[in-house]
């Protein structure tokens, strides 16, 4: 017996057309649409401080409208957690647009997340529930399930969980449904986008990639693949490269079970078809994350365009002449980045320039807004040759920060409220276990010595980044079992720390993961306070693991 879960979206702003897509373009059961990322959290928060009646992704009932009756004829259940931080409010306008529609639908949600009112100065404080309620809906029978914030994962986790009767301590099979649905969440980066070696295929593969879905099979193992005839592809990197997006080390710990990385085997089943098998679940820890985000206070930003000759003096009157209008209300923070986008002897005007950033902070508004904008404006004809910004600066607006802290899962009080109104409490986890490193595992055997060439790592490896509040992961794999001896043994943290400057300073952590073939190294605090504090050029880190591929190391060639 099978259970075919897909998915319509991975984050607020995705490909509008899909949930008609994945309705219409095969045989699925369930289909899952994640919204939310800590920086959306922020964005409905703001949403809710207009307007106490919103906080929930609304383009999610603009797809439900036009696909509603649709899923109802198929019988297709669908699964989401566009209730942001207002579940409850979603689910009545799903009813509302259901009734206008007339469609009789059964519409049930989750609660018990939104622990704002203890956290005083948060604009919300949500804890990231597991999927039990999700499966309580399911089995009174809803037909849409509304959650808030639950790991992304719990929207296969749940559905699995009531398919096939699993309990909270069939640790294996919730971990095999954690793991598809952690390949699921982000769509189509488990289809091919964002894919490091998406070159090696047809030109116009990735223009329009299907989203996947997962076969998952009683025993929580699954197949990832597509609907037939869409675009992108489905093979053992595409899905290697989900499993490590924003993870760190060997267990992966959710609110419902602990799924071990290390156990993972993937083998390639067909034709975009890549089967999971082998993952092995232990009990969650004992505590649930919450995830805070405040006014951090307030930004501003100037581009000075240099151009030509003299960058670096250049760059040097801006920062001495702007030192001025910043001495009479100094930011608290006061941030200079210079890029060197230019080259020597140019053939554009583009192509000659060079980019100089400079970012403030503070608490206060005044402190980063038209003292510094009109000071910069005021260079327009007293700065340095060819002087112009890339766009006029502003006054300067709010920036959010993310951090996140750990309470009981006795402190939350998880709720599936169902489609009849009746509120059914989710048990918490009992059996837990406190989390803790796997000892380190044994490398492969290394490389004989050899001739080599310098060349860029992402020759032999692919890799994905991703953020974590004020942390980064960059997960690194082989696509053979010799790029992996050699990877394995050349890629240390001292080696990651020379390859990227910008972590030499910061704590490194690798951890090793031998069935992949892959390493996943978590970068703590280079990403300051989060997304929404934009404190560096890549403030997602999306592209951190792609300037690694694209540094060089005497690569042995053989391997070439």
């Not at 490590?244 to 267990?251: D, F, H, K, Q, V």
């Not at 040097?316 to 702007?322: N, R, Y």
């Not at 080259?343 to 000659?352: K, N, Q, S």
Request: glycine share 12%.
């Amino acid at each position: 017996m099978t259970l075919r879960i897909g998915n319509f979206s991975g984050f607020y702003g995705d490909r509008l057309d899909a949930l008609r897509e994945m309705l219409t373009g095969g045989e699925v059961d369930v289909l899952t649409g994640d919204y939310l990322a800590e920086l959306t959290m922020l964005i409905l928060a703001r949403d809710r401080l207009k307007d106490p009646s919103a906080g929930y992704a609304r383009t999610f009932l603009r797809q439900l409208e036009e696909c509603l009756g649709h899923a109802h004829e198929k019988g297709v259940r669908i699964v989401t957690n566009a209730g942001g931080l207002n579940p409850g409010g979603l689910a009545d306008a799903v009813r509302a647009l259901a009734g206008r529609l007339g469609i009789p639908v059964r519409v049930a949600h989750v609660e018990g997340d939104d622990l704002t009112a203890r956290y005083p100065g948060s604009l919300a404080a949500h804890a990231y529930l597991g999927g039990f309620g999700i499966a309580e809906c399911l089995r009174a029978g809803a037909d849409v399930v509304v959650t808030g914030r639950v790991t992304d994962a719990a929207l296969v986790t749940g559905p699995a969980a009531a398919h096939f009767g699993w309990a909270a301590t069939d640790h294996d099979r919730l971990a095999g449904a954690v793991v598809a649905g952690h390949v699921l969440e982000c769509g189509t980066q488990a289809t091919g986008g964002n894919y490091a070696f998406f070159t090696e295929h047809p030109p116009g593969a990735l223009r329009r990639p299907g989203f996947p879905l997962a076969e998952i099979h009683a025993d929580g193992t699954s197949v990832i693949t597509k609907h037939p005839g869409t675009g992108g592809f489905v093979d053992i990197g595409t899905v290697t490269a989900q499993l490590l997006y924003e993870t760190g080390g060997a267990r992966y710990a959710g609110p419902d079970v602990t799924a071990r990385l290390d156990t993972v085997r993937l083998r390639q089943d067909g034709p975009d078809r890549v089967r999971i098998e082998g993952v092995r679940g232990e009990a969650p820890p004992p505590t649930l994350k919450v995830g805070l985000n405040r006014l951090g206070g307030f930004r501003n930003e100037v581009v000075f365009v240099l151009t030509g000759l003299d960058i670096e003096a250049k760059a040097a009157l801006v920062k001495e002449q702007m030192s001025d209008a910043l001495a009479k209300s100094p930011p608290a923070e006061v941030r200079w980045d210079l890029a060197r986008t230019d080259r020597p002897d140019a053939d554009t005007e583009e192509t000659a320039s060079a980019l100089l950033r400079l970012v403030v902070r503070d608490p206060s508004h005044e402190a980063v807004g038209r003292v510094l904008s009109g000071a910069a404006i005021e260079l327009a004809l007293a700065g340095y040759p060819g002087f112009h910004v890339m766009a006029p600066p502003g006054k300067g607006s709010p920036y959010g920060v993310f951090e996140d802290v750990y309470v009981p899962h006795g402190d939350v009080d998880h709720v599936a409220v169902l489609h009849d109104g009746r509120r059914v409490p989710v048990t918490p986890a009992h059996d837990t276990a406190v989390l803790e490193d796997v000892p380190e595992p044994a490398l492969p055997e290394p490389l004989p010595p050899g001739p080599t060439t310098r060349a860029p790592i992402g020759l032999l490896a692919g890799a994905r980044s991703g953020d974590k509040g004020g942390n980064a992961n960059v997960g690194v794999w082989a696509r053979s079992d010799d790029a992996w001896r050699w990877l394995a043994h050349e890629l240390t943290v001292e080696r990651f720390r020379m390859l990227l400057p910008e972590t030499r300073d910061l704590p490194v952590t690798r951890h090793v993961l031998p069935r992949l073939r892959a390493l996943n190294f978590l970068v703590e605090g280079i990403l300051g306070e989060g997304v929404a504090a934009q404190a560096r050029f890549d403030p997602q880190a999306k592209a951190l693991g792609e300037w690694l591929r694209s540094r060089h190391l005497d690569i042995p060639e053989a391997l070439l």
